[in-house]
């Protein structure tokens, strides 16, 4: 029996914007099953030798493109499977954003903008104690430059009131996504 293809909702966005926190809510509330994935569950699972890469025996710069590709291209795999996703993702490069559109296109996306004034992220980013200092600022430079969504929040509305509109977005989707079909911003 072949399984139908997963649908993918697609959260774009800087550390610490409430990604996470929007994604859960999302997986709370939707009528289907929807896996929460990202890079921080890979993270916190300790699949990487982070005491070695630390060390600098295993120089990060040289695995870090490997371990995203092999991030995107899990993405399509378990959406082939029949998963439906949703992904938590901060879109670092135009080429980035070209590759998914490449391994994701014969996917339902929803593409969803998360954005979060600066100042507030970089509290968030002291707060949370776990982020390199100044990655929400060069995330939040460039994120979003070259995206077109399919719809966008404000992390700093109330967070039942972005889920209920994420979610009234995503049932009143029409093909294709912005993912797919726009160019990128100007």
Not at 129 to 134: I, L, T, V, Y
Not at 161 to 176: D, E, F, M, Q, T
Request: include cysteine.
């Amino acid at each position: 029996m072949t399984q139908a293809p997963g649908k993918i909702i697609l959260l774009n966005g800087a550390s610490s914007s409430g990604k996470s926190t929007l994604a859960a809510a999302l997986q709370a509330s939707l009528d289907d099953a929807f896996w929460h994935y990202s890079i921080d569950h890979l993270l916190c699972a300790g699949i990487l030798p982070r005491k070695r890469i630390d060390s600098g025996e295993f120089p990060w710069t040289r695995l870090r493109p490997a371990f995203f590709e092999g991030f995107h291209r899990s993405i399509r795999g378990l959406a082939e499977s029949g998963n439906n996703l949703i992904v938590e993702h901060i879109v670092e490069t135009q080429e980035w954003k070209d590759r998914l559109v490449d391994l994701l296109a014969p996917f339902d996306m929803f593409f969803v903008g998360v954005h979060c004034p600066l100042p507030e992220l970089e509290r968030r980013e002291k707060q949370r104690g776990d982020r390199r200092g100044g990655e929400a600022r060069q995330d939040y430079e460039t994120t979003h430059a070259f995206c077109q969504y399919d719809y966008e929040v404000n992390t700093m509305q109330e967070a039942a009131a972005n889920v209920a509109s994420v979610l009234a977005a995503w049932h009143k989707r029409i093909g294709p996504s912005a993912f797919h079909r726009g160019p990128a911003r100007a």
